[in-house]
């Protein structure tokens, strides 16, 4: 793998999942963009057939809906979520779509997309084969798989590589820790160094502050919204009444600030749930715990300012960097250790930066977040990301922030690293039964009946 920016690990997108709606848009939008630009005959019918984990739980991920957005050029940072379910309304009505580039196609969903619930293609576990039948009798045929926090990748292509010569290149944490010794630089300082061979220094500020804004944003829209989550779960939102409770309580009462994190964390894992406008940090379906650890820092911690908010997002980015390396941030290979593991582990060493820690210290609250997620399953009820990942952000988001503070406690000695941890969470996922890594076959979702 390549260099990576984090442009890559963070995007402003959609719910409810980044591997299941926001990637298969990508690719959709990909393979359309290509078939339209051919010289030649007309697109006359469109398929797309879905593997392993897409299929399983494809339907209450939004999969089909993302596929027909994205073959129409949508893309999850630019399509309106509250159009969206019209759109797919009138693409079903009409049996045709309007293909990316503007011809229309016969398009029934019904019948055009296909769930393959009973095949695991041996590319990855999240894959989507696309047909396109034109007019001359000639078909364009195309493989792409979902790796993770929404990127793509067409089959047998290698993940991209920006090419870039970065100032300080590490795959590892050890290689990080020894770099930061080298250059007297913060994780951030690092990180921020290297950001700066793909673009000016005030560019990625102003992304980091985008970022920063989107997930407040998300935070304040969850703590609005009320009623029922799509999908037949008939889950309701609670975020707005723990929010109007917790706005009477003293807050100086000792569970105040601990209730205050788990709504930050509910709130925005609602919005994602019912398709909102979330921060792939570094999935959807952990999308909870950077924002709520992060708003516990603005609003517990002296002097918090937007140079904390940048130091923050930067050295989550680290780790978040060092698990895609090294691993995988997919539910579908890695169970939800990958998920919110992963995110609680970048959001302790990202509280810990804040708080001052030292670079030591910092990769110990990463290896703490993770040690203690190994083994996380991800079992969807009824394939949606609602029971158990919405509640599951809330604990990954105060673990995270006990992780820090453990970490704090020490010199930053400690006994497995953060290495250590990573590839250890890489054997269990690779161990993991298939059940177990989000097919809704196993665990919850196989033992308790949907209503």
């Not at 309007?98 to 095949?119: K, M, N, T, Y």
């Not at 290896?367 to 949606?384: A, K, Q, W, Y």
Request: charged share 20%.
């Amino acid at each position: 793998m390549g260099a990576l920016s984090v442009t890559d690990l963070y995007t402003i997108g959609i719910g409810p999942s980044s591997s299941h709606t926001v990637g298969p848009m990508r690719a959709a939008r990909a393979f359309a963009r290509e078939v339209a630009a051919l010289p030649g005959a007309a697109v006359v019918s469109l398929g797309c057939t879905l593997f392993g984990s897409l299929a399983l739980t494809g339907k209450g991920h939004g999969t089909d809906g993302a596929v027909i957005l994205g073959l129409m050029g949508e893309t999850p940072e630019g399509v309106d979520p509250d159009a969206a379910p019209g759109i797919l309304a009138r693409v079903a009505a009409a049996g045709r779509l309007s293909l990316c580039g503007g011809a229309e196609v016969a398009f029934a969903p019904e019948r055009d997309i296909v769930f393959r619930r009973d095949a695991f293609h041996p590319g990855h576990a999240n894959t989507l084969a696309f047909r396109a039948e034109r007019a001359d009798g000639e078909a364009v045929e195309r493989v792409y798989h979902s790796i993770g926090g929404g990127a793509v990748l067409a089959a047998g292509a290698q993940p991209p590589d920006h090419q870039t010569v970065l100032p300080h290149v590490f795959s590892s944490a050890a290689e990080m820790l020894a770099e930061g010794e080298r250059s007297g630089l913060s994780i951030a300082g690092l990180m921020a160094a290297n950001e700066d061979s793909f673009r000016p220094r005030a560019e990625t500020e102003a992304f980091l502050d985008a970022v920063h804004r989107a997930m407040s944003a998300c935070i304040e829209r969850g703590c609005r919204a009320e009623g029922e989550l799509p999908g037949g779960l008939r889950v309701r939102r609670r975020a707005r009444r723990m929010f109007e409770a917790l706005s009477g309580l003293n807050s100086g009462e000792p569970q105040a600030m601990f209730e205050w994190v788990s709504l930050w964390a509910l709130a925005v894992n609602e919005e994602n749930a019912a398709g909102g406008r979330v921060v792939t940090a570094p999935t959807n379906g952990a999308a909870g715990v950077l924002p709520a650890v992060m708003r516990y820092y603005e609003r517990t911690v002296p002097g918090a300012d937007a140079a904390g908010i940048r130091t923050f997002l930067l050295t989550a980015a680290a780790v978040g960097f060092l698990y895609k390396k090294r691993a995988s941030i997919s539910a579908a290979e890695m169970g939800c250790q990958g998920e919110v593991g992963v995110a609680c582990s970048m959001a302790a060493a990202a509280l810990c930066a804040v708080l001052g820690g030292s670079n030591a210290q910092i990769e110990n609250a990463a290896e703490i977040g993770m040690e203690h997620n190994l083994g996380l399953t991800c079992d969807p009820i009824g394939g949606l990301v609602q029971i158990p990942c919405i509640e599951r952000n809330t604990m990954g988001a105060v673990k995270a922030i006990n992780a820090a503070y453990l970490a704090l406690s020490g010199d930053g000695t400690h006994v497995v690293s953060l290495d250590a941890v990573i590839e250890t969470m890489r054997q269990t996922g690779r161990d993991m039964r298939k059940k177990y890594k989000e097919t809704g076959l196993g665990g919850l979702a196989a033992n308790v009946v949907e209503c």
